[in-house]
């Protein structure tokens, strides 16, 4: 789940996004691991209809005790049939596979009425989370 500081109205205005994500990761063929993903973004023009920006830092934390930095340096948004699709790229600066480039990719719902851009505006979204450490 995403959460907007300040809410998304029809105006883009400076905003952060901040998510926790649970990962089932693919170790080796056959073999799993868990993590959990914590994502801040870095300030960004954003409204219900759009998002400049979408850069960030994420720290994962695995099962068995390791983490990764990753900083999201590039995005890419689209609005699909009311889903916001989000392509992200970046790199693992610490940890668990650093200096491996990774791709993100987020389709996330929101979880309120969009009559609620008119007026409270949007607090969060229902995210689905793809995160690839490539080779």
């Known amino acids: ?79 699909v049939a009311g889903v916001l699709v989000v392509l992200q790229s970046g790199r693992v600066t610490e940890g668990r596979s650093a200096g491996h480039p990774v791709r993100r990719t987020v389709t996330a719902l929101p979880r309120q009425l969009p009559t609620d851009c008119l007026t409270t505006g949007l607090t969060g979204a229902d995210s689905n989370v793809q995160l690839e450490i490539l080779p």
């Open 1 to 79: 789940m995403a959460r907007y500081t300040p809410p998304l109205t029809l105006l883009p205005r400076p905003t952060r996004a901040h998510a926790d994500v649970r990962y089932t990761c693919g170790t080796s063929p056959g073999r799993t691991l868990a993590a959990t993903g914590s994502f801040d973004s870095a300030p960004a023009l954003a409204s219900c209809v759009s998002l400049a920006g979408g850069g960030g830092v994420e720290t994962v934390r695995y099962a068995d005790g390791g983490r990764s930095v990753i900083v999201i340096e590039n995005a890419t948004t689209a609005r």
